[in-house]
């Protein structure tokens, strides 16, 4: 993603998505770095040529759900029990 630029239009559309994604969390999801995690991603996503706000948001979320320090799976190899 190195040197994208993205025209003010869809920077908006971005920005409105990035609304809408936090907004579909619970309030103790929405941190820093959980908005941060769904706008990289929606960056990626658009710098990949993806204009569609829906696809935008599903790649969004989609780090918050894929993220593994947001995960309450603990792997048996970390599991203290």
Same mark, same amino acid.
């Given at each position: 993603?190195?040197? %994208?630029?993205?025209?003010? +239009?869809?920077?908006?559309?971005?920005? !409105? &998505?990035?609304? +809408? %994604? =936090?907004?579909?969390?619970?309030?103790? @999801?929405?941190? *820093? =770095?959980?908005? %941060?995690?769904?706008?990289?991603?929606?960056?990626? !996503?658009?710098? @990949?040529? +993806?204009?569609?706000? =829906?696809?935008?948001? =599903?790649?969004?979320? *989609? %780090? &918050?759900?894929?993220?593994?320090?947001? !995960?309450?799976?603990? !792997? +048996?190899?970390?599991?203290?029990?």
């Amino acid at each position: 993603m190195t040197g %994208a630029v993205f025209p003010p +239009e869809l920077i908006a559309l971005m920005r !409105s &998505v990035l609304e +809408e %994604a =936090t907004a579909m969390l619970p309030k103790a @999801k929405r941190t *820093s =770095t959980v908005q %941060a995690d769904i706008a990289c991603a929606i960056l990626t !996503s658009a710098a @990949k040529g +993806e204009r569609d706000p =829906t696809a935008l948001k =599903t790649a969004g979320l *989609s %780090a &918050v759900v894929d993220g593994t320090r947001y !995960s309450h799976y603990i !792997s +048996e190899d970390r599991r203290a029990v």
